[in-house]
């Protein structure tokens, strides 16, 4: 699977946009990419994913490059219960069944 | 609650001694996965049952390490005499079969959190 790279940390003030970017210049043409969180003491949680075209869904958007070697995922108002770590996962569609995870990026929204 | 479960929710354990943890996956899930996390670090994939068929295992799963899903629907994980390096959370997740409209989705437990002593 291509490796993801994130900002170990970012902060965000409530009810701001909080932007999270990744790269994964190493994409291949049939992996999508994948956005979990995973809120302290909880398994992980799925949020959204994509393959070319930008998403949205009633959690968060995600943005990914024309050239596909990067994405931004954006919780459009951010709460307190947003502060958590934001995996971006890159994998096939199909063929691959398992998650490969980073470290993330460890969002705090501050009050 | 993702509607998985997972049993005990907390283990603690001697080095040398054996555990069996336990995953109940959401009902007709097909797939089912384990992972196991360290502090600070992101789930490492350990194994991936589609029904009762082992598919894929883990170089991270010694040969200490087994699991089973014996009727294709709840899933056992042991490990054999237990290291002080087997402290970790030990998840499990959950998928639908392809043709479900959330198939890409993996529903993951809470949990079960291991510390050997």
């Known amino acids: 699977d291509a490796k993801t790279t994130q900002p170990t940390s970012m902060d965000c003030a409530e009810g701001r946009a909080a932007n999270l970017p990744c790269n994964h210049s190493?994409?291949?043409?049939?992996?999508?990419v994948y956005w979990y969180r995973q809120i302290h003491s909880q398994g992980p949680q799925y949020i959204i994913h994509g393959l070319k075209n930008n998403e949205t869904n009633e959690m968060a958007s995600l943005i990914i490059t024309e050239d596909r070697k990067s994405s931004t995922l954006i919780l459009p108002h951010a709460t307190l219960r947003d502060t958590a770590v934001y995996y971006c996962?890159?994998?096939?569609?199909?063929?691959?069944?398992?998650?490969?995870f980073g470290t993330g990026t460890r969002l705090t929204i501050i009050p | 609650d993702t509607g998985v479960s997972q049993n005990p929710r907390h283990k603690i354990t001697k080095r040398g001694q054996n555990v069996t943890f336990r995953c109940d996956p959401i009902s007709e899930h097909n797939r089912l996965y384990w992972y196991r996390q360290t502090l600070g670090q992101g789930p490492e994939f350990l194994t991936y049952f589609q029904n009762e068929a082992q598919l894929e295992k883990s170089r991270l799963l010694s040969d200490r390490f087994s699991a089973e899903r014996p009727k294709g629907s709840f899933s056992t994980l042991e490990i054999q005499r237990t290291e002080q390096g087997d402290s970790a959370m030990y998840l499990c997740?959950?998928?639908?079969?392809?043709?479900?409209?959330?198939?890409?989705?993996?529903?993951f437990g809470p949990g079960t959190r291991l510390t050997v002593t």
């Open positions: 997740a959950s998928t639908p079969p392809p043709r479900e409209r959330s198939s890409y989705e993996q529903y």
């Open positions: 996962i890159v994998r096939p569609r199909f063929g691959n069944e398992k998650l490969t």
């Open positions: 190493t994409i291949s043409g049939n992996e999508y």
